[in-house]
């Protein structure tokens, strides 16, 4: 499988590119492991000999690396929440998900600004304290970048503060004192 790099812009453009070697690939990996800081203001800079791409970092949405290569262990912690992108076939299935027993299973849509949507499948442990688990749910927005594998091999990086909001299915049981109740329609 040939990788290629596919940064997602927040005018929903997407630019793909194609690691120019093995060498080059190894070091764009080796960068995952400051992935936190991908969208921190410094530009980012994708080149070779034909040409040069510079996004600003507020800009980017994501960032996808799709490879047969498992990337997990370049990638910092997200304190038990793994996020699995889906295809589309199985974002038009049925989802049931909940709680059960200390685990969690979800679907997350993230929207962003410019109109790009990513559809997820979210699973990990639930909190025992109850400001841990809000916190949880309103500090997506606030840290540094979110990862997701996806669905044909490989890894993204959103940029948390592109996005504009998320839902998650089924609801939040343990909703914030200062949430709206109210049903979507």
């Keep these: 499988m040939t990788s290629h790099i596919t940064v997602i812009t927040t005018a929903n453009r997407a630019r793909r590119f194609v690691p120019t070697d093995e060498t080059s690939l190894e070091a764009i990996v080796d960068s995952l492991r400051r992935s936190g800081q991908l969208f921190s203001g410094k530009p980012l800079i ?10 600003a970092a507020a800009a980017i949405a994501c960032v ?9 262990a370049h990638l910092p912690s997200q304190h ?14 049925p989802f049931s998900g909940g709680l059960n027993g200390d685990h969690f299973s979800a679907r997350i849509e993230f ?7 990513l559809y997820m499948a979210a699973e990990g442990v639930r909190k025992p304290a109850l400001a841990e688990r809000l916190m ?3 500090g997506l927005f606030e840290r540094p970048a979110l990862h997701y594998r996806l669905a044909q ?4 990086l959103m940029n948390p503060r ?3 909001r998320f839902v998650i299915t089924p609801g939040v049981p343990d909703l914030p004192s200062d949430a709206w109740v109210a049903e979507g329609q």
Aim: charged fraction near 20%; avoid cysteine.
């Design 46 to 55: 994708i080149g070779s000999g034909a040409q040069t791409e510079v996004f």
């Design 64 to 72: 996808e690396i799709e490879t047969a290569r498992d990337l997990a």
């Design 80 to 93: 038990n929440l793994s996020l699995r992108a889906l295809p589309l076939e199985q974002r038009v299935e």
């Design 111 to 117: 929207f962003f600004i410019g109109g790009h949507v």
């Design 136 to 138: 949880n749910l309103t």
């Design 153 to 156: 091999g490989g890894i993204g």
């Design 162 to 164: 592109a996005l504009t």
